[in-house]
């Protein structure tokens, strides 16, 4: 019989499950923590603590949790300005790993807040420019270290030092570099019973080792447990908490999107559905505890968890058992990790930096709208060349105003003010025909479409204003209005003040809930439209028509 807290009949799935998925994060979170400024330690740490409470605390039961490319981009960023505006690694590591823990923190705050549902309303073309631009970079910083070089600090000063690599590149390092990318991408033709990343990490090394190659090696790695790293958190100088901030917010908002994502794949292949608020709460919870111990913050990894379902996960348990594997390592061949060539990280490093690029999204730059395509690139250059914060943010608020413009366009040559005159019979809509013979020359109307909003208040005023002087009443259809916002609410009051003034009546049909009482809380109605003039049908129409005109010619 299944125990409440677990059924054991997934157990031999969730170990086989949570083993792969481990033995897959093992070379990834090394390389990761190494690409980070922070060593192969921090990302190790990363990846146990993380993977574990993200598992048992989140919203997706077969999420495999770790450090990811995109999350350990804007790492690598907090990392190279705390040490360049504070000093040596030493003396940056407290707002390093404070930035890290906030991240976390302000997770857990888009949990509780239900933001998790608001991840989905982020324009394509801003996250598909930004991770091909996290892809680049991740390409751009192994480069030199793929030729036994240390690398420039920044993608520009990569550009412009990239003939160093021709002239100091270290053959041996290229060599082992090469030997790891080609096992990555051969391996699988031969079996893929066993993952490719793994077995290039192991076999580079060795042939390394055996040969004796002078190149750049990871270093010593701890064996023990890690140690918490709270006490400098209270020293921080005040300046710092700008960076602090700023990049902890970033690092939550990238790591909830990029969690999200996976969780969606998860949902896909799992025909399930995730918990994405509980799962924002899981990955802050694992985020912040794994900066109190040095780690790398991370997210919902993609292949991870794939792999972990198709070897048979099925609950909670195979993530967190793929955290326990990692911990396993660590104390016990944690050392052995020392022996691995920086070379092979990179090696292992640029297929991961192919792999984010969108390429399906490249591939239809001219097919797309102008406007997406614009977006997608000014937020792809701003990324990989500029600043990934102003990135994001340039690119939400320009796919937004460009969008609101669109839609507004669409309003325009949609919504006309027409005299029934002006319209053939049978090309009106059939509830109107009624009011053709009588009103044709001197009664106008105006449909409006969606909401009246801000990006479409501007227009509705205009067009409002594109009126003769034979205009005895206008109707106003507002049957597919659902919702009015203020600027809406005062373009509106503008026309409906100006044809007051002018003695010319005006009748709303089909007014809806949201819009009718935001109409009636600014004393629109009644002040510029009468009660007895707003009509839930165009069938009532005529009747309050000509009470409306008898009325106004008096």
């Excluded at 930035?99 to 309303?121: D, E, H, M, P, V």
Aim: include cysteine; charged fraction near 15%.
């Amino acid at each position: 019989m299944a125990n409440k807290f677990y059924d054991f009949k997934n157990l031999k799935g969730d170990l086989s499950g949570g083993l792969v998925a481990g033995v897959i994060a093992l070379p990834l979170a090394l390389a990761f923590g190494v690409q980070s400024g922070l060593g192969a330690t921090a990302g190790l740490y990363g990846a146990i603590i993380l993977g574990i409470l993200a598992a048992l605390l989140g919203g997706t039961a077969t999420q495999a949790s770790g450090p990811t490319g995109p999350m350990t981009v804007v790492s690598a960023a907090v990392v190279t300005l705390a040490v360049s505006k504070f000093g040596g690694i030493e003396s940056a590591l407290p707002i390093i790993l404070l930035t890290f823990f906030l991240g976390g923190i302000f997770q857990i705050l888009f949990g509780i807040l239900r933001a998790g549902s608001y991840i989905k309303y982020f324009p394509y073309p801003v996250i598909s420019g930004f991770m091909t631009g996290v892809g680049l970079i991740i390409i751009l910083f192994q480069l030199f270290p793929f030729f036994g070089l240390n690398s420039p600090k920044s993608t520009i000063a990569v550009l412009q030092n990239l003939p160093d690599i021709f002239t100091g590149g270290n053959l041996a390092a290229i060599g082992i570099g090469l030997l790891t990318i080609l096992v990555y991408y051969l391996f699988p033709k031969i079996t893929k019973a066993v993952p490719s990343t793994l077995v290039a990490l192991i076999l580079a090394t060795f042939v390394a080792y055996i040969l004796k190659i002078d190149v750049p090696l990871i270093g010593d790695i701890p064996s023990g447990l890690p140690e918490l790293k709270v006490a400098g958190f209270f020293s921080i100088p005040a300046e710092a908490y700008a960076l602090i901030i700023e990049y902890a917010i970033v690092l939550a908002a990238l790591g909830s999107i990029d969690s999200l994502l996976t969780s969606v794949i998860a949902d896909n292949i799992t025909k399930t559905r995730h918990q994405s608020n509980r799962e924002l709460i899981g990955q802050g919870i694992g985020n912040a505890v794994a900066a109190m111990f040095g780690g790398l913050p991370g997210a919902g990894a993609t292949k991870g968890t794939v792999i972990n379902i198709n070897s048979g996960g099925k609950t909670r348990l195979s993530g967190a058992i793929h955290g326990f594997f990692l911990l396993i390592i660590l104390l016990g061949a944690g050392s052995l990790a020392a022996y691995i060539p920086i070379p092979v990280l990179a090696g292992i490093l640029i297929p991961v930096g192919l792999n984010i690029i969108d390429y399906k999204a490249l591939k239809h730059l001219l097919k797309v709208p102008r406007s997406d395509t614009f977006v997608l690139l000014l937020v792809l250059l701003i990324t990989t060349f500029g600043n990934l914060i102003y990135a994001v943010g340039i690119g939400i608020v320009l796919a937004s105003v460009l969008f609101m413009k669109k839609v507004g366009d669409l309003a325009e040559e949609r919504t006309e003010i027409k005299s029934l005159g002006e319209t053939q019979p049978e090309t009106l809509w059939a509830d109107e025909r009624t009011l053709y013979a009588e009103y044709k020359n001197s009664v106008y109307i105006k449909h409006l479409y969606g909401p009246l909003f801000f990006g479409f208040a501007s227009e509705f005023q205009s067009m409002a204003d594109k009126r003769d002087e034979n205009m005895k009443a206008l109707i106003i259809r507002m049957d597919r209005v659902p919702y009015i916002d203020q600027s809406g609410l005062y373009a509106l009051e503008n026309v409906l003040f100006d044809l007051k003034n002018k003695n010319i009546p005006v009748i709303l049909v089909g007014l809806q809930d949201q819009p009718k009482d935001k109409l009636q809380a600014i004393g629109i109605i009644p002040n510029l439209v009468q009660e007895d003039a707003i009509c839930p049908d165009i069938e009532t129409v005529p009747k309050v028509l000509k009470n409306v005109l008898n009325l106004y010619k008096k």
